[in-house]
């Protein structure tokens, strides 16, 4: 008997606390008095129980979680042109073009690629598109409004009109067999 009282007052009071939240949410959302501190501490994310701000909705470092996983913020002070600086110093070759060697997005950085390939010469590249500020970045640094632009032996070149060009009157093969001794 007292077993059916307690499990019978459980489920009063269950049900009562669910009213109670319903009763709160539906408050809130339809807009009858505003959102209530009840409903505000239903949506309370934090997993701080000692945080000031009891709407926090950011999760805090766990004492008890190892530091691999704790929440960090990490900064960096490169700047776009210093990454193009490198590109262009690292890369014999490097090409800032619409799309990537193996998925051109333009005619243009297509031929630039075709050409560039048939020397056999590894080539460095980086999308323009997925990225408007690095487009603005390599415009800044080289100076040349127009994409591609191709770099060699970290001086810029020009775009696919210029190594189609240097291609047609052998210069290109010149200028990457230089790179290609220097290499080797």
């Known amino acids: 008997m007292m077993l059916r009282r307690l499990v019978s007052n459980s489920a009063s009071l269950a049900a009562a606390a669910v009213r109670l939240q319903e009763k709160t949410a539906f408050t809130a959302l339809n807009g009858q008095g505003g959102i209530t501190t009840s409903f505000k501490q239903l949506m309370r994310y934090s997993s701080d129980a000692s945080n000031s701000d009891p709407f926090a909705n950011r999760v805090n470092a766990d004492s008890a979680t190892h530091e691999d996983f704790q929440p960090t913020v990490k900064t960096s002070h490169i700047t776009l042109e210093d990454i193009v600086r490198q590109d262009v110093k690292d890369n014999p070759i490097m090409i800032y073009m619409k799309g990537l060697p193996d998925a051109p ?22 999308d323009i598109l997925s990225d408007m500020r690095l487009k603005e970045s390599v415009k800044a640094f080289s100076n040349w409004p127009t994409f591609p632009q191709i770099f060699i032996k970290g001086e810029f070149v020009g775009g696919s009109d210029i190594i189609l060009s240097m291609h047609q009157k052998g210069e290109l093969k010149d200028l990457l067999s230089e790179d290609k001794k220097d290499g080797a």
């Open 105 to 126: 997005r333009c005619g243009f950085s297509a031929l630039a690629i075709k050409v560039l390939q048939q020397y056999g010469v590894p080539i460095g590249a980086r």
